[in-house]
């Protein structure tokens, strides 16, 4: 497995990084190496067809709804929503749906004893659903998430004084 992941990374195959996922999405394992595969290709790529934009924004939603509780993996699942929701506005959509901003919200209100990177990385993928498009602000700001509480508790959380300003550019996205 650890064949097809590299090369699909050296490839910048997200599409089959995807298929990867899909096929693996139990094995903790494969799930560690193929979510870091994506982050890079994320960050060393600006474009993806639409395909593969729609297969992986599906895919973190079933990962989110499959590791909630895997503080590592969360983490990098938030890496990669974070860095392609900032790809494109058409990426930016798809990842902010009421059952993905769901998730994300359980993750933050479940992960609340020494997981502050999980808090931060949270904070960041709000931040980057929500800024600059204001269909996805409303979404975050359905009363149901309890967006704002989630922030506070995320700020309060928090500890690294470089890293207190997450919530706060979370908020500033949502305008609140």
Same mark, same amino acid.
């Given at each position: 497995?650890? /064949?097809? &992941?590299?090369?699909?990374? =050296? =490839?910048?195959? &997200?599409?089959?990084?995807?298929?990867?996922? +899909?096929?693996n999405i139990e094995d903790e394992d494969v799930m560690d190496e193929v979510l870091s595969a994506a982050y890079r290709v994320c960050v060393s790529k600006s474009d993806f067809d639409g395909v593969a934009t729609t297969k992986f924004c599906d895919s973190m939603g079933a990962c989110l709804d499959k590791w909630w509780e895997e503080p590592s993996l969360l983490e990098m699942i938030f890496g990669c929503m974070r860095c392609f929701a900032g790809k494109n506005v058409d990426?930016?959509?798809?990842? !902010?749906? /009421?059952?993905? @901003? %769901? #998730?994300?919200?359980? !993750?933050? %209100?479940?992960?609340?004893? %020494?997981?502050?990177? @999980?808090?931060?990385?949270? !904070? #960041? @993928?709000? =931040? +980057?659903?929500?800024?600059?498009?204001? +269909?996805?602000? /409303?979404? #975050?700001?359905?009363? =149901?998430?309890?967006?704002g509480d989630v922030l506070t508790q995320a700020h309060e959380l928090i500890t690294n004084e470089r890293n207190k300003k997450y919530p706060l550019q979370a908020r500033d996205a949502l305008g609140l």
């Open positions: 497995m650890s /064949d097809q &992941i590299e090369n699909a990374e =050296e =490839e910048s195959n &997200i599409s089959l990084l995807v298929d990867i996922i +899909a096929s990426m930016q959509a798809k990842l !902010c749906t /009421d059952s993905i @901003v %769901g #998730l994300v919200v359980k !993750c933050l %209100g479940t992960h609340i004893d %020494g997981e502050e990177t @999980v808090q931060e990385q949270g !904070c #960041l @993928v709000i =931040e +980057a659903l929500a800024r600059g498009n204001s +269909a996805n602000v /409303d979404i #975050l700001k359905n009363p =149901e998430f309890k967006i």
